[in-house]
């Protein structure tokens, strides 16, 4: 049986291509919304999207460690399974 992926610890969390595509929107809509209508033209929200998945990705690869608070949110938004 495999474990739930809200217990596990970052570095267990394997990430596929669909993950990341699924993280990708999230993360548009989350770009979208905390930046000021007036700042959209001039700043690339694909590319803040992008340097926060890298960000992300690398992240998993360093040593293993518990969740913080805001990554285990993160995750119950993109994967609702209870």
Same mark, same amino acid.
């Given at each position: ?11 267990? #969390? ?12 999230? /993360?548009? /809509? /989350? ?30 690869? &360093? ?14 938004? #993109?994967?609702? &399974?209870?």
């Amino acid at each position: 049986m495999s474990q739930p992926l809200d217990t596990m610890t970052t570095s267990q #969390v394997p990430l596929s291509a669909e993950d990341l595509e699924r993280f990708r929107a999230y /993360l548009a /809509l /989350l770009a979208l919304l905390q930046v000021a209508p007036g700042l959209r033209d001039r700043v690339d929200l694909s590319g803040v999207v992008q340097q926060t998945l890298l960000e992300a990705f690398q992240e998993t690869r &360093r040593a293993p460690r518990e969740r913080t608070e805001g990554e285990t949110a993160a995750v119950a938004a #993109v994967d609702p &399974r209870p």
